[in-house]
């Protein structure tokens, strides 16, 4: 029997991105998020509170950079989740991770994720529902421990966790289950 539980988010999973810009003094600020992904073969879409620092750094610098946290960056990434710029200027400083300026985009690249996408903004679109920022990607990047023997990103290895909404827990991705678009290839010959 199903339950009813009314208008909520609740998808799953939620990925988790951590976008990455530079403030005003050049100091690295960073937030971690889960409303957004992709919308286009070039193209990222960010759902945002106008509020955030990262929106104002955004509108400033026309660019940032989307990266995937790992598990083993959980609780740093967490925190830039929980704690604001707003009130707290130094928190990508207080978690200990480094950055690099990257050299295709005005934002910073973060050096413990091992998958980075360098985006430029494309639009801003403030909708009744929110702020949508809508970035291109200008380059992806991979630390080679993700990598495979043929050079390609390997999911499995990004140890990458996702979001759940309904209970607020974090959740690993590591396991692959199937090949997309042959798990049910059997099934079109019928």
């Known amino acids: 029997m199903m339950k009813d539980f009314g208008v909520k988010p609740?998808?799953?999973?939620?990925?988790?991105?951590?976008i990455a810009t530079y403030n005003e003094d050049g100091t690295?600020?960073?937030?971690?998020?889960?409303?957004?992904?992709i919308c286009a073969e070039d193209m990222v879409a960010l759902n945002l509170e106008a509020s955030h620092k990262t929106v104002a750094n955004l509108k400033a610098r026309g660019a940032?950079?989307?990266s995937v946290p790992g598990t083993d960056t959980l609780a740093a990434s967490d925190y830039m989740g929980i704690a604001s710029a707003n009130d707290t200027p130094d928190k990508f400083a207080r978690t200990g991770l480094h950055a690099v300026k990257s050299t295709r985009v005005d934002a910073p690249v973060i050096q413990e994720y091992p998958l980075t996408l360098?985006?430029?903004?494309?639009?801003f679109e403030d909708e009744p529902y929110g702020l949508r920022v809508l970035g291109r990607i200008q380059n992806v990047m991979a630390d080679e421990k993700v990598l495979d023997e043929l050079g390609r990103i390997d999911a499995g290895k990004l140890n990458a966790f996702a979001f759940d909404q309904m209970r607020n827990g974090y959740y690993a991705v590591s396991?692959?289950?199937?090949?997309?678009?042959?798990a049910g290839a059997d099934l079109i010959k019928k």
């Not at 609740?10 to 951590?18: D, G, I, R, S, V």
């Not at 360098?118 to 639009?123: F, G, L, Q, R, Y």
């Not at 396991?175 to 042959?182: D, F, N, P, R, S």
């Open 64 to 66: 940032f950079t989307l």
């Open 28 to 37: 690295v600020d960073a937030m971690m998020m889960a409303w957004g992904g």
């Open 10 to 18: 609740y998808l799953y999973p939620m990925p988790t991105y951590m």
């Open 175 to 182: 396991e692959k289950v199937g090949q997309a678009w042959h």
């Open 118 to 123: 360098e985006c430029t903004v494309e639009k």
